[in-house]
């Protein structure tokens, strides 16, 4: 009976983790999805360069608040916070996180469960690995062009390759570099995983396209910024 | 014509020079001497306007003015490239620098904190 109370709160101990969370014009939602990260102690939060409040509604959250000059991307920002959390010798685990509430924690906690048995480096959350998300029509078609296209560069085989939910360990972490703090980061990050041999795997996950993420989101023209750098980057 | 075969070889030279060299010290110092040529050749063709007419039929182009054109257009091209080019560095070095900044900046918030 103590073995499985002890067990139950060593799954719930995150002292090991670091959520990182980008954050580009955030300031109505920033402060409710930090605030929902009640049992990870260790949040860090980056402004990219936004022009509302997005740094101060950070400020008033438990995170840690960096932030950037100017808005660089938000590839830049993921690899800020991703340096930031490595100073941290207690972090074993690096979660990268939306902003805008669209990700859901219990899902992290499940892909952090999953990671501390060993047997992968990465894990990549998935929204066709159930059918659990309401994706918009014309994006889920742009979205699955996208996937096409990079499966078939990178050589892995995954039906989830842009999504911002992701959870590795240190050794991904110190291998992260980007040359690209565009949008073009999420298959960059996929080529690192090819390039250093990570293992990997996907989780299904849910995304919450609300009404407040619709308006903001990436929007069908987005998309199509999304597969032309692709295209270009690839020269 | 040679002068199509010079276009082509041109534009191909230029596609594999933006992919690969463009950043090499030898590349630098070739621009400048294709700088220093076209001064020479323009200085040449305002003195002798006649020279570019006899040079556009030895290559195979009707008129001197169509030839000065063609080269107009892929000294364009390389121009625009080069531009974009460095753009893209520059706007890398200066995000480099931004995410530098903003690590700084929380090393301090946190040592102070500590404090």
Request: charged share 25%; glycine share 6%; net charge positive.
């Amino acid at each position: 009976m103590l073995e499985l109370v002890d067990s139950m709160r060593l799954r719930m101990d995150f002292s090991d983790t670091a959520i990182i969370i980008p954050a580009y014009k955030e300031a109505g939602m920033i402060k409710k999805v930090i605030d929902g990260l009640k049992e990870f102690p260790h949040v860090i939060c980056v402004n990219d360069g936004s022009p509302d409040k997005t740094l101060e509604e950070i400020q008033k959250t438990k995170a840690i608040g960096l932030s950037h000059l100017t808005n660089i991307g938000q590839g830049g920002a993921l690899e800020t916070g991703i340096k930031y959390a490595l100073t941290l010798s207690q972090i074993k685990y690096f979660v990268t996180f939306d902003a805008d509430g669209q990700h859901n924690i219990e899902d992290v906690k499940n892909m952090i469960q999953e990671i501390r048995r060993g047997k992968c480096d990465i894990i990549l959350g998935s929204r066709f690995l159930k059918k659990t998300s309401n994706i918009p029509f014309i994006k889920k078609i742009v979205l699955k062009l996208a996937i096409i296209f990079t499966n078939t560069y990178t050589g892995l085989k995954l039906t989830d390759t842009h999504n911002g939910l992701r959870v590795f360990n240190r050794k991904f972490a110190e291998k992260f570099k980007l040359t690209d703090f565009g949008m073009a980061h999420a298959s960059e990050i996929l080529d690192i995983i090819k390039n250093e041999n990570f293992r990997y795997q996907e989780m299904p996950v849910t995304i919450a396209y609300t009404d407040y993420s619709r308006a903001k989101g990436q929007s069908v023209l987005n998309g199509v910024n999304i597969l032309f750098d692709l295209l270009i980057r690839r020269k | 014509m040679p002068i199509k075969i010079i276009l082509i070889a041109v534009l191909i030279f230029i596609f594999f020079y933006f992919t690969k060299f463009s950043q090499s010290t030898a590349a630098k110092a070739w621009k400048r001497i294709i700088f220093l040529l076209i001064i020479a050749f323009g200085i040449t063709t305002i003195i002798y306007p006649s020279l570019i007419n006899l040079l556009a039929n030895f290559l195979g182009v009707g008129r001197g003015t169509d030839l000065l054109l063609y080269l107009l257009f892929v000294s364009f091209i390389f121009m625009t490239l080069t531009f974009y080019l460095k753009i893209n560095i520059l706007n890398d070095k200066l995000n480099k620098t931004i995410s530098k900044i903003s690590l700084i900046e929380g090393n301090k918030e946190s040592g102070k904190k500590k404090k």
